[in-house]
C-alpha cells in the first residue's frame, strides 16, 4: 500500500469511527429525553397552575402560551412519541 492509499484508508476509518460516536451520542441524547418527557408527565397536572420549573421545562421543549390543557398534554404526547419514532429510527439505521 502506498503512502496516499494509507491516509485515504485512515481517513475513512476515522470517519467511520466518528459516524458510530455520533450515533451513540444521539441515541443517548434520545433516550434521556424520552426519561424526561416520561417523568414530567407522570407528575404533571394540566388543569393545576404551572410553576415556574414546569413552565420553563415546556419552553425546553418550545411549548409556548397559551398553556390551553388540551394543548399541552397533546403537545407532550406529540414530543414523546415523535422522539420514541426518532429512536426507533436511528436504532434501525444500523
Do not use: G, W
Not at 467511520?16 to 434520545?30: D, S
Not at 414546569?54 to 411549548?63: A, C, D, N, Q
Amino acid at each position: 500500500m502506498n503512502e496516499t492509499s494509507e491516509l485515504i484508508h485512515k481517513t475513512i476509518e476515522n470517519l467511520n469511527n466518528l459516524a458510530r460516536k455520533t450515533r451513540i451520542i444521539r441515541q443517548q441524547k434520545l433516550e434521556n429525553k424520552i426519561k424526561e418527557l416520561k417523568h414530567f408527565c407522570d407528575r404533571f397536572d394540566p388543569y393545576k397552575e404551572l410553576t415556574s420549573v414546569e413552565m420553563s421545562f415546556l419552553k425546553k421543549y418550545h411549548i409556548h402560551p397559551p398553556y390551553d390543557p388540551f394543548m399541552l398534554t397533546n403537545k407532550l404526547l406529540m414530543e414523546l412519541e415523535d422522539t420514541i419514532e426518532e429512536l426507533e429510527e436511528l436504532k434501525n439505521e444500523k
